[in-house]
């Protein structure tokens, strides 16, 4: 069976996510995002290859060095999607607002 993962699995995890800020900022070894959080050597890789799956970051060597970097035009699907769904919930507030401004008219 083959596991088929989105971004949005990706980032469901705290973990993940705060690997993609560090790799926001700078290129760096998967040996240095292990050093930046109190689990496995292990399990860190096992979200680097869980976020390399979903195609938001790539790896590139450098002599014996494999440096990660995070895919900015992957991070802009996430972005689309979540504009999109502000704008749904921005329409809902505003027919809020509208309503509640009717119910007050109403009592006065």
Known sequence: M???RDIFQAIADPTRR???ILL?????????????????R????KHIQILTECDLIESNQ????????IKMDKVKEIDVWLDQLKRVWDERFN??????????????
């Open 2 to 4: 083959i596991l088929r």
């Open 18 to 20: 705060s690997i993609l």
């Open 24 to 40: 926001a900022s700078q290129s760096i070894t998967a040996g240095a995002i292990a050093d930046q959080f109190d689990a496995a």
């Open 42 to 45: 292990s399990t860190v890789s």
């Open 62 to 69: 450098r002599g014996r060095e494999i440096y990660y970097q």
């Open 95 to 108: 027919n809020l607002d509208k309503y509640l401004e009717k119910i007050q008219q109403n009592k006065l």
